[in-house]
């Protein structure tokens, strides 16, 4: 057993992330043995393969505990990443959903003009207006319903 003065411990506490990343199986198997090395009997010589590395200097790309503390902080740093996306993600979804909204509103507004305005040419034709005037005036209306006429005076 490795004895660790008080004053040692700040030194077993990583400066820097490890060297290299940890994945989920090297993590398991660091937790697996610093579980084994804690609830050991007194005495008991633990297999080498079970018993938890530890060096003084430490040696972070090595020693169990800066292992699996570099390991949480890359979880930590992959959630972060994945929260970040997701609120991303949620934004761009709020903003879709306003400008659908926006464009349904503008599709009500126009199938409204567009029901008046042919409601305005049947009685128009029904008062004896000859077609091709009540044609003009109803094409003129939706146009301008629409926008036609703002764009073409702004081309012009």
Same mark, same amino acid.
């Given at each position: 057993?490795?004895?660790?003065?008080?004053?040692?411990?700040?030194? =077993? &506490?990583?400066?820097?992330?490890?060297?290299?990343?940890?994945?989920?199986?090297?993590?398991? !198997?660091? *937790?697996?043995?610093?579980?084994?090395?804690?609830?050991?009997?007194?005495?008991?010589?633990?297999?080498?393969?079970?018993?938890?590395?530890?060096?003084?200097?430490?040696?972070?790309?090595? @020693?169990? @505990?800066?292992?699996?503390?570099?390991?949480?902080?890359?979880?930590?740093?992959?959630?972060?990443?994945?929260?970040?996306?997701?609120?991303?993600?949620?934004?761009?979804?709020?903003?879709?959903?306003? !400008?659908?909204?926006?464009?349904?509103?503008? *599709?009500?507004?126009?199938? =409204?003009?567009?029901?008046? &305005? *042919?409601?305005?040419?049947?009685?128009?034709?029904?008062? +004896? *207006?000859?077609?091709?005037?009540?044609?003009?005036?109803? &094409?003129? +209306? &939706? +146009?301008?319903?629409?926008?036609?006429?703002?764009?073409?005076?702004? @081309?012009?």
């Amino acid at each position: 057993m490795i004895d660790i003065q008080p004053e040692d411990i700040p030194r =077993r &506490i990583p400066q820097q992330k490890a060297l290299r990343a940890v994945d989920h199986d090297e993590a398991r !198997r660091i *937790v697996q043995r610093l579980i084994s090395a804690s609830f050991r009997r007194d005495g008991e010589r633990l297999p080498a393969e079970s018993c938890p590395r530890f060096s003084i200097p430490c040696r972070e790309e090595h @020693d169990d @505990d800066c292992l699996i503390l570099a390991y949480i902080d890359q979880c930590e740093a992959e959630h972060a990443a994945h929260d970040a996306r997701i609120a991303e993600l949620l934004a761009a979804n709020n903003r879709e959903g306003e !400008r659908r909204r926006g464009a349904e509103a503008i *599709v009500q507004t126009l199938a =409204r003009d567009v029901r008046r &305005i *042919v409601g305005e040419a049947e009685t128009k034709a029904d008062a +004896g *207006v000859p077609l091709d005037q009540v044609l003009v005036w109803l &094409i003129a +209306g &939706i +146009g301008a319903s629409i926008g036609i006429a703002e764009r073409d005076r702004a @081309d012009a």
